[in-house]
């Protein structure tokens, strides 16, 4: 059988909606934040935009989870896009009119955050259900080849969208995308999981935190995800700072440190699209402490010409991390609990960055960029280290 997803017609359909649906996620973050900056001038308000994009998955993640265990998939999939459609038009809409003010924007991209927060659940639990066991890893590889491309192709379009037809028109277009994929889902089928008896929310959410914390591997997978995004993640999250401050280029160096980040992210995930059956909780420790390594090697580097090569190098190391701890939670990971598990796999990876990132801005601020940022990486290794040793210890 081949082991390849694009060799199954259910996965190829997902996969171009999904790609759509990625790039008009892409234009409408660009597009956000440039409109809460046109309509306050403020860091602020801006700031505050961008938290509503990623707070409801970090703070409500676990019920989405209990939610994608509770309801069909495919259909909760569709209707968390039908209405991801209607907001951004509603958006695009009052854009157009000019009837948009600070206030009005923070509550639709507040909602748009919460739909976007309780589709990532059934996103990440549905892709394991389009396609046998053995083409997982080549499935959850390309879906992340998708991401990484859309993450610089996806802002090269909302700039030429804003350019000529502004703001509205970049909501707009992200509310095709989602309409992308409402029809790439009404295409395919699903694997028919077993029915079970449903308990109370609240009970399925804490059998969901006991199978995790009872399944070592799992919960190992979860406290290694953690770590690389708060401590490697997070610090990979103050290249613009480096492209101002320490290579003195501004936005044309961050965007050639943010385009060799995909490169090399995109690279790792075609890699892994063709098998995966080298990949071990130790690869994933060997990946991260090498990560580490590397976040102190970029914090002494004072050159773009050398940290192009670096972040390049970062950025296969991260994806590896995060696609191989994915690859291997979906593959040990019951059915019955798979929504709720990978709920919790989204609010560490999420919430790790979002907690790493201000920790090492705010040391940053107060000791320097490049002591707080090679000191972030140095922690991270040393962690990984303890963590080694643990395992060790334990058998």
């Not at 308000?45 to 309801?71: K, S, Y």
């Not at 499935?139 to 491309?149: E, G, M, P, R, Y």
């Not at 919960?219 to 990979?236: D, E, I, K, N, P």
């Not at 940053?364 to 960029?369: D, E, Q, S, W």
Request: proline fraction near 3%; charge should be positive; hydrophobic fraction near 55%.
């Amino acid at each position: 059988m081949n082991s390849s997803a694009l060799s199954n017609r259910n996965y190829r359909i997902f996969l171009a909606g999904a790609t759509i649906s990625l790039h008009g996620l892409w234009v409408y973050r660009v597009a956000l934040g440039w409109f809460a900056w046109q309509l306050t001038h403020s860091e602020f308000w801006v700031g505050v935009v961008a938290f509503t994009q990623f707070a409801p998955t970090v703070v409500f993640g676990p019920i989405f989870g209990v939610l994608a265990d509770r309801f069909d998939r495919r259909a909760a999939s569709m209707l968390a896009n039908a209405l991801s459609f209607a907001n951004m038009q509603l958006l695009g809409w009052l854009a157009f009119r000019g009837n948009v003010d600070i206030n009005v924007l923070v509550c639709l991209s507040l909602m748009q955050g919460t739909l976007d927060g309780a589709y990532a659940p059934m996103r990440l639990a549905i892709v394991p259900n389009l396609v046998p066991s053995d083409q997982r890893h080549s499935a959850i590889a390309l879906t992340s080849v998708a991401f990484n491309l859309s993450r610089f192709v996806g802002p090269a379009f909302a700039g030429f969208i804003i350019a000529f037809w502004g703001v509205g028109a970049a909501f707009s277009v992200n509310a095709v995308s989602y309409l992308a994929m409402v029809v790439a889902l009404a295409m395919i089928t699903l694997d028919a999981s077993a029915d079970r008896e449903h308990q109370h929310p609240w009970l399925e959410l804490k059998e969901g935190a006991r199978y995790v914390l009872a399944h070592p591997t799992i919960r190992a997978l979860l406290v290694l995800s953690l770590l690389r995004s708060a401590l490697a993640r997070g610090a990979l999250e103050m290249l613009p700072a480096f492209a101002d401050d320490v290579y003195g280029r501004g936005a044309a160096a961050l965007s050639m440190l943010t385009s060799a980040t995909g490169a090399g992210a995109v690279a790792v995930g075609i890699a892994m699209s063709f098998g995966t059956s080298w990949l071990t909780m130790n690869i994933i420790r060997a990946d991260i402490l090498v990560a580490g390594l590397f976040i102190v090697v970029l914090s002494v580097i004072g050159t773009l010409g050398l940290a192009l090569p670096v972040v390049a190098v970062l950025g296969a190391l991260l994806s590896l991390g995060g696609v191989g701890s994915q690859i291997l939670i979906q593959t040990l990971v019951d059915d019955q609990v798979r929504g709720r598990v990978s709920s919790f796999w989204g609010v560490v990876v999420f919430g790790g960055t979002a907690l790493g990132a201000p920790v090492i801005g705010a040391a940053a601020h107060v000791f320097g960029l490049q002591l707080a940022v090679g000191a972030s990486g140095a922690l991270c290794t040393l962690l990984i280290l303890v963590n080694v040793v643990g395992a060790r210890a334990r058998g």
